[in-house]
């Protein structure tokens, strides 16, 4: 078999010949790999958790005062009876006055205070007689002064609405407002002098301490006559109260306390200097339980005894038990 041998021209044409490849037929180049994409920071702000609420310091236990006004702001209701005992000539009496308070927090430094009472006397060899007091009504502020201390000012003015006032009134009656003064240690004469308007303002200091209580009170009456000028020949009388409380907790629901009471007639014609109703002076031992009943109710009961330091009391042999129930919520 012959073979055809090509010679270098005829190849030559051959490849000249052949159409080159178009642009479009020319395959595409081949794409980059995409960069990578950058991570952008996270400028959002972290979650915040919350630290534990931190619990409040318990406040040092307060000692109640059996009959200085409390160095704090609260809502209370209190009931406070005193039953005194006395021996004229032998013969002996009883007095009973019951006082009714009702405290209202404002704020929590702030506290409005309304306050009446009755007395039920037994005279001895007499009937007995009963008699509405004046009522009351005041305000306290308590000033949290660091270190244990409260300051905690306070006025008052007692309203002339007691039985036995005005020109013509029940001797019976007058002599139960006398010993009902005595039985209250002469400290609450705003309430029995029944014919007087009186403004009373008065200042308490006070210290908690490792279960201590230590409180120190001093209050002015200013009376204004405003019925009865046949009976009390003065427009004005002036009236000075002062007292010293100490307790102290035993346990968390039980306290003692004891309280020494100063009274003294600064303005009275019908008390010269020697008369022994000019001043009066008492102690009062007790013992109070503290019962909490919820998160915001206490019930703290207590009773006391008192003891006439001088005359007129001592005179009479007087000796007063006081029955306390205050309910704070």
Known sequence: MKMTTLSAGALAFALASVPPLSAEAQPPPEAPPPAPTAVAPDTSTPPVTEAPPV???????????WQLRPAAAANVIRSDTASGMRSVNGNGGTTVVTTLLASYKVTPDLAVVVRGGFVNDSPPLKDATSAFLNSALGATYVFKLGSG?????????ALPLGNGGGNTPDPAVRAALAAGTLTRSSMDNALFGVNYLTPFPGIDLAWMNGGFTVQAE?????????????????????????GLHVGYFIIPALSVGGELRYQRWLK???????DARRDTATAAIGIRGHFKISDTMWLRPGIAFVQPIDAPMADQSYHVAQLDVPFAF
């Open 268 to 274: 009275n014609s019908t008390m010269p200097e020697s």
């Open 55 to 65: 619990a409040k310091p318990t406040p040092p236990p307060y000692s109640l005062p």
């Open 149 to 157: 201390f409260r300051l905690a000012p306070f006025l008052g003015v």
């Open 218 to 242: 001093a209050t002015l009456y200013e009376l204004i006559r405003a019925r009865g000028d046949a009976v009390d020949k003065d427009a004005t009388r002036t009236n000075f109260t002062s």
